[in-house]
């Protein structure tokens, strides 16, 4: 039976150290804010704004959401945007995506000082990451870094396969595991024979957006495999891009959906909403 790696557990210790750093920010007066940029009145997106501001509350961060109609023109954004990264108030924000149509959205998330990119999705953010320079990183991507070695598991030296390559996950993630010395190879789309690929893989991590589609045939006996998916279920719940009853038995460890990589991406952002405003801390 493969070991669980527990996300809600690991996302739970991770909180209350920023909680910890928070308070002793405060207690040198330095602020702790994280702001959200929403757009529009997509239900999915006002509920996940609501779940981090709820999260900012929990460790003792200060939030405050820009709501804006659909209708916003790209250079209001761009201004707000600016005006962010002026305010030595706010120590970090995002823009919750998706945005409407017609608006930009690497344009804005291009304007956002990297000091105060808390998603880590800007391409000064990607670019830093890659070169080897400090970032703020992209929130599931160093979920599911924390949530290995957080659980134990070793990853240097060790072949990694990641299924995906979007700028939000596997791209990412890939240069997250070369700098923790991991053998990484990349499937994507058009890989050919990818079960015989991915079952290469001692760590397979899996960010395909496919309702269930790894199998056994996909894993080697004993891999470590970590679940990046998240698809409602019908009649209620959430499933993963794995075919959890299926794999469980041939990995030594695996991520559950819901309860692995989900809570590590709320508690990373939390994370880096504390290192931007450490950060403030040490220039001033
Ligand atoms: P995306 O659609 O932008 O990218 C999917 C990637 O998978 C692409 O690079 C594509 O080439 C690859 N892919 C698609 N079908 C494939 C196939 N059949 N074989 C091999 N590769 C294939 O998705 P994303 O934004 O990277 O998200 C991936 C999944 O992770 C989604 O289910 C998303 O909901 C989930 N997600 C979860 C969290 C979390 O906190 N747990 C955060 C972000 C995304």
């Keep these: ?23 002793e920010l405060r207690e040198r007066g330095i602020p702790v804010r994280l702001d959200v940029v929403l ?3 997509d239900p999915a997106s006002a509920t996940y704004v609501r779940m981090k501001q709820r999260d900012c509350a929990e460790v003792g961060i200060e939030s405050k959401a ?33 945005l409407p149509g017609g608006l930009d959205p690497l344009a ?31 929130c599931t991507p160093h979920g599911v870094v924390q949530l290995l070695r957080r659980s134990g598991v070793e990853i240097e030296g060790r072949e990694a396969v990641v299924i995906g390559r979007s700028n939000l996950v596997g791209k990412p993630l890939v240069q997250l595991l070369l700098r923790e010395n991991a053998t990484v190879t990349v499937c994507h789309s ?13 760590l397979l991590i899996v960010a395909a957006g496919r309702r269930e589609f790894v199998g056994a045939e996909y894993v080697r006996e004993g891999a470590v495999v970590v679940d990046v998916g998240i698809h409602a279920r019908e009649g209620g719940g959430l499933v ?28 990373m952002l939390l994370y880096n909403t504390l290192q931007a405003a450490r950060a403030v801390g040490e220039v001033g």
């Design 1 to 23: 039976m493969a070991g669980i790696l527990d996300g809600k557990a690991v996302a739970a210790t991770i909180r209350a150290e920023v909680a910890e750093g928070v308070a």
């Design 39 to 41: 757009v529009g009145d």
């Design 66 to 98: 820009h709501r804006l109609l659909a209708s916003t023109p790209q250079g209001e954004l761009a201004t707000l945007v600016e005006g962010l990264n002026a305010e030595a108030a706010v120590s970090g924000f995002f823009i919750q995506l998706p």
């Design 108 to 138: 804005l998330i291009s304007a956002i000082d990297p000091a105060k990119d808390v998603d880590g999705l800007s391409p000064l953010s990607a670019g830093r990451l890659a070169v080897g320079l400090p970032s703020l990183l992209p």
């Design 190 to 202: 058009r890989t050919k024979d990818l079960p015989g690929v991915a079952s290469r893989a001692e």
């Design 240 to 267: 993963g891009d794995v075919r959890f009853d299926e794999v469980e038995p041939r990995a030594s460890y695996i991520s559950p959906v819901p309860g692995g990589v989900g809570p590590m991406t709320r508690a």
